[in-house]
């Protein structure tokens, strides 16, 4: 999947993204929901996320609270409140530790209340989107707060976050084939 660099490129990108993901999602077994994801036997996967998250449900609120991220940043800073993409204390440095501290939030969120805010996020984002000219998501400069361009938040959070999760639960359907 090519990287969005228009108005037209992400929300087509994020479309498709979007319905790809809800029919990998659609297309799992009973005992692919069912099992844990298990990623410890391959020494390829030793980023972090690949043993913190368990399960769907985890999928589904990491993308929900990147989702917040962007919601938020933006709109803190449309308000002139100058705050950075990643909250405080965290920095692109730490954002892993960030990730941990959204897993644990949310271990009580049940897989079906998961999906909701994950669709419901994802609606909201892809309308705050829409609200954008082209120059204004993929202008460079355009916003004092956004240190490349705009449309880069959004190809991360939405398209690209998608492409993540699509490769996680595939390897977890992998594993559950073993």
């Known amino acids: 999947m090519p990287r969005a660099h228009s108005k037209e490129d992400l929300l087509k990108a994020s ?3 979007y319905q790809k993901l809800a029919d990998l999602i659609a297309s799992l ?7 844990e994801f298990d990623f410890s036997d391959d020494s390829k996967k030793s980023e972090r996320h690949w043993s913190r998250d368990k399960n769907l449900r985890d999928v589904y609120v990491h993308l929900y609270e990147w989702h917040q991220l962007l919601l ?15 909250p ?14 959204f897993w644990q939030k949310h271990q009580n969120t049940s897989l079906k209340d ?17 609200k954008y000219s082209n120059e204004q998501l993929f202008g460079r400069g355009v916003f004092p ?20 999760a699509m490769k996680k639960l595939k390897a977890h359907r992998k594993n559950c084939e073993k």
């Open 15 to 17: 479309n498709e993204q």
């Open 29 to 35: 077994t009973e005992k692919e929901l069912n099992t």
């Open 72 to 86: 938020n940043w933006i709109a803190a800073n449309e308000k002139g409140e100058a705050k950075p993409f990643i």
């Open 88 to 101: 405080e204390p965290y920095s692109w440095k730490t954002y892993g530790d960030m990730n941990v501290d």
């Open 114 to 130: 998961a999906k909701k805010m994950f669709e419901e996020s994802h609606a909201k984002v892809l309308k705050l989107a829409e």
């Open 145 to 164: 707060w956004v240190n490349t361009d705009l449309g880069s938040y959004f190809v991360s959070v939405m398209p690209s976050h998608y492409d993540w």
